[in-house]
């Protein structure tokens, strides 16, 4: 009652939920009182948390940000909300997202923008935008959210959240709508790195649904929250801290990892050499997988449907035209174009041979380091509107965070101290299924 008390009061300024679903919550909540009194309470009895708007929810609309998806309400659960409702977890809503999780301000949304609850005139990142706002402005205790190339940590960071993009296939993507297959992966945003613990320890684990899904045993990750830092090899980039980088926010993330160093961290200088073509590789793989995924939106199966089509081919036509905004568009025709006939030697199979190179600047890395640090975004929160005519400068805002993806590693974000009153985050990637190590990491600093 008391989050649904404050969605009421304080979301219509914010627009971080597409759907508030007040009377199941209640529901939920009222059995959870009396598993609770009953003494048989689950690791999240009564939690109240929310989902993405991209996980799939029996009975309760899934849009995933699009007019494309805006009438449709699946038959089934996503893995993960399946989990989390079996640990007793309270759904209070579905939050809003850049349209299929496509952008980096969730101003790309049909259901329109998020705003940071810190400043209303700017942006809360993206895309998991509205679940970084919610968990932010005390809306729900935490949140599920997804990332593909930055849409956990870049928006936890904007917004003065810890979010946990854990390694590729340590969640299940089962019942999460595709974005670019490879690079997906569900995570968590909460207040804490410990209550992001609590959360991840019930959502990851191997799903056979999942044909990605990594089968290595889930450790317990409250656990090991407090373990020693001492000796811990922090590896800081040489091109996280170059140009491009807002001075103040590389000032911020530099005196965060002082605090290391008096909790007993090593720092090291390391480099990793291939990523500024992160992004553009990026820019070819992603498109290339969503071009392909989002061709099962075709207005026959589900969602939009075009009004009185002539014949089949306008069918097609005017139910994607309509039903996908201007972003989704752009990425539909970027990865046609890169996977036809003719370029797809030119840019598609090219930027598979550079995303092995980047991953294998990290292989490198973490022989020498155990963790490495940097910021998460190379500015705070900017203001709404400023980015959408310019596409390539909204792309540059995950400078950082999509490596690290195109590895498939684990990364988090956590708040350090504001710049201006806006918020900043340090980011800590760790080497494949060291999730624990760094919600460890994290919580020694928190
Ligand atoms: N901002 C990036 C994009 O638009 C990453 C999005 C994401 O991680 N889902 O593709």
Redesign the pocket.
């Known amino acids: 009652r008391h989050y649904l008390e404050r969605i009421a009061r304080l979301d219509p300024a914010l627009n971080s939920f597409i759907t508030v679903a007040a009377e199941s919550a209640l529901a939920t909540a009222e059995r959870a009182d009396q598993t609770l009194r009953s003494g048989e309470a689950g690791p999240l009895t009564g939690i109240p948390i929310a989902h993405k708007d991209i996980f799939c929810t029996q009975g309760l609309k899934t849009s995933c940000g699009s007019r494309m998806l805006d009438g449709f309400v699946a038959p089934y659960d996503a893995t993960i909300v399946e989990r989390l409702a079996a640990a007793g977890a309270v759904v209070l809503g579905k939050t809003n997202m850049?349209e299929f999780?496509?952008?980096?301000s969730n101003e790309t949304s049909w259901y329109g923008p998020v705003r940071n609850p810190w400043d209303a005139a700017r942006v809360p990142g993206?895309?998991?935008g509205g679940s970084a706002a919610a968990v932010a402005a005390r809306l729900c205790a935490a949140a599920t959210a997804?990332?593909?190339?930055?849409?956990?940590r870049?928006p936890a960071a904007l917004c003065g959240v810890t979010g946990i993009k854990p390694t590729y296939g340590r969640c299940s993507r089962w019942g999460m709508i595709a974005?670019a297959s490879s690079?997906?992966q569900a995570g968590v945003m909460a207040r804490s790195a410990a209550d992001a613990a609590f959360i991840l320890d019930e959502m990851a684990g191997f799903d056979e649904r999942d044909s990605t899904s990594a089968d290595v045993p889930v450790p317990d990750y409250v656990d090991a929250l407090d373990d020693d830092l001492h000796g811990l090899r922090i590896g800081l980039p040489k091109e996280y801290f170059g140009a491009g980088l807002d001075a103040r926010i590389g000032d911020a993330v530099m005196a965060a990892i002082k605090e290391y160093e008096a909790l007993g961290a090593e720092i090291v200088e390391i480099s990793l050499p291939n990523s500024p073509l992160s992004v553009p590789v990026?820019y070819v793989v992603?498109p290339a997988e969503c071009s392909s995924n989002l061709a099962r939106f075709d207005g026959v199966r589900y969602g939009h449907r075009c009004d009185n089509p002539k014949d089949l081919q306008d069918l097609y036509e005017r139910s994607r035209a309509e039903g996908f905004g201007p972003?989704v568009q752009r990425r539909i025709m970027i990865g046609t174009y890169v996977l036809s006939a003719g370029y797809y030697d030119a840019y598609y199979l090219k930027a598979q041979k550079i995303r092995q190179l980047i991953a294998d600047d990290f292989k490198r890395a973490f022989e020498q380091v155990d963790v490495i640090m940097g910021p998460t975004s190379p500015t705070t929160a900017f203001q709404l509107g400023s980015k959408m005519d310019d596409p390539v400068s909204?792309?540059l805002?995950?400078i950082y965070?999509?490596a690290t993806?195109l590895a498939g590693l684990p990364g988090m974000s956590i708040p350090v101290e504001p710049v201006d009153g806006l918020p900043v985050g340090l980011q800590i990637i760790g080497n494949y299924f060291q999730e624990a190590r760094l919600l460890n990491v994290a919580h020694r600093y928190q």
């Open positions: 850049d999780a496509m952008g980096s993206g895309s998991s997804s990332d593909t190339g930055g849409s956990i870049q974005f690079l997906d990026y992603a972003e909204m792309y805002n995950d965070t999509i993806n």
